[in-house]
């Protein structure tokens, strides 16, 4: 069971996670192996085939659309009337949000979050809970709270019930709560109508979702007097080096915030959390220029902290100006939302490690850096790895990660060309580049042998280039050494 399912336990049954796997299982693979699910969740087949008939009848129950149908068929699980991948999609998302709904603690957690301070005798009233099962439930929240190591408490102040804590922290527990049970489908009755921006993002319903969901949380979180207080000034000298602050007016004089100093720190607050949640909208040559800007703010520790991380990664690697001033970027906004938004409570405890050599060189260096500046610690370890696999996804495409192939030919030479124009056409010179020595090769395109090798390589038997399988293969061969040479070295892999 991997992270998010874990989580998911804490506030929804495990007959409805062991639901949740088998439907994400389905839209993972076009089938699934019953046999495989048995032993994943530790189930009888016959206890399996209870469990689809069980989503069949949960999908009949609560989505419209006639799309979905999840049949078992000779040890085998696929959907048999949804062949779109976005409709299957739909399905489990459109589920997950049911079983939350319906859930006690994912209402209480709601009522808690939406009205910050209220009596018990109301929870009971508005959710139609009994007294005595609204203190069973709080204390449940209590426990998970601990749990999951947040920095949020729900105290009992006479007949006063009210959730206690930093207040970025709170709302980011409310926003990435609310998005893990109800994906796009937001809950109508919570999301503001004065959302000035979700209309530009028609196109594409998680980010208007994303947006909605964090305008709405600060206008509820405002209009009952509860604002940011960790923002220092420095921290507005940030947003400034980057972008014009007046940009963002608009959308924070839409909420009840009566002066300056408020003011100044929900748009800071608003900013880094756009930069980090809504990355989509902004582009590789705005994040370069905006890395480029901030390293003129060396006075600031955590610019000092980019700089000593990229002048380290200089040494070590080439990496172009234009990239490198895009990790200075990635490296202060991911930073500063860990040490202000409270992100670091919301990833994983599973610490992954990479036996990885550019994993383990980079992490080495974020480190150090760390240690120079005396900016992160021991402590800090699970975010420094995730902060390792930000920049080393950047740094692809060094001299040994390029792929060579050599192409060669007797009884057809005239395709030689035509074969090096169609890879050169559909893959970029970042990933392959052609060669005639042998020995260098990892790929080999041929139509006869080529005689003897020193190495083992990969070979390619291109007899004809009009044959459809050729090319099936030899893309696929091409697609799963990109994937070992620029993915798998510069991610931490979990699973098979």
Not at 296 to 311: A, D, G, Q, Y
């Amino acid at each position: 069971m991997y992270y998010i399912e874990k989580v998911y336990s804490l506030f929804i049954t495990k007959k409805q996670v062991n639901k949740l796997i088998i439907l994400k299982k389905a839209l993972i693979s076009d089938e699934v192996s019953v046999k495989t699910l048995c032993e994943e969740l530790n189930k009888t087949t016959t206890q399996i085939k209870q469990l689809v008939l069980e989503i069949n009848y949960d999908a009949d129950r609560f989505i419209d659309d006639d799309i979905f149908f999840l049949k078992e068929n000779d040890g085998r699980l696929n959907f048999e009337l949804a062949s779109d991948s976005m409709k299957k999609i739909e399905v489990f998302g459109k589920i997950k949000k049911i079983y939350f709904k319906y859930s006690q603690y994912y209402q209480l957690i709601n009522y808690l979050f939406k009205h910050r301070k209220t009596k018990i005798v109301d929870i009971s009233e508005d959710l139609m809970f009994s007294v005595s099962y609204c203190y069973k439930l709080l204390e449940y929240i209590k426990r998970v709270f601990v749990t999951q190591k947040i920095p949020i408490s729900v105290k009992k102040n006479a007949d006063w019930i009210h959730i206690s804590g930093t207040e970025a922290c709170i709302r980011m527990y409310h926003y990435l709560f609310e998005l893990m049970a109800c994906d796009t489908y937001l809950n109508n009755s919570f999301i503001s109508i004065k959302d000035p921006v979700s209309e530009n993002y028609d196109a594409m319903d998680t980010t208007r979702a994303k947006h909605q969901l964090m305008f709405s949380i600060m206008e509820n979180a405002i209009s009952q007097g509860y604002v940011v207080e960790n923002v220092e000034t420095h921290d507005l000298e940030l947003l400034n080096c980057m972008e014009n602050i007046h940009d963002s007016l608009p959308i924070i004089e839409k909420l009840p915030l009566k002066n300056t100093d408020t003011i100044n720190k929900e748009l800071v607050y608003y900013s880094f959390w756009r930069f980090l949640f809504i990355p989509e909208f902004i582009s590789d040559d705005e994040k370069s220029e905006r890395g480029k800007k901030l390293k003129s703010l060396n006075h600031i520790n955590i610019v000092e902290f980019s700089e000593k991380i990229t002048n380290k990664l200089c040494n070590k690697y080439f990496v172009d100006s234009k990239t490198l001033n895009i990790i200075f970027y990635e490296i202060v906004i991911n930073t500063w939302s860990y040490t202000h938004l409270f992100t670091e409570n919301f990833l994983s405890r599973e610490i992954l490690s990479s036996s990885q050599k550019r994993m383990t060189d980079i992490e080495q260096i974020v480190i150090e850096s760390a240690n120079e500046t005396n900016f992160l610690d021991e402590e800090d370890l699970i975010y420094i790895k995730k902060l390792t696999q930000i920049i080393a996804s950047n740094i692809l495409f060094q001299e040994n990660d390029l792929i060579y192939i050599a192409v060669s030919g007797i009884n057809q030479p005239e395709y030689i060309n035509v074969v090096k124009n169609i890879l050169s056409k559909m893959y970029s010179h970042n990933f392959i580049q052609f060669t005639t020595n042998i020995v260098k090769a990892d790929i080999v395109i041929s139509d006869c042998a080529i005689g003897n090798t020193t190495k083992e390589v990969n070979f390619v038997f291109m007899d004809c280039i009009q044959k459809k399988e050729n090319w099936e293969k030899l893309t696929l061969l091409i697609q799963s050494l990109i994937m070992e040479k620029c993915v798998y070295k510069n991610l931490t892999m979990i699973g098979k």
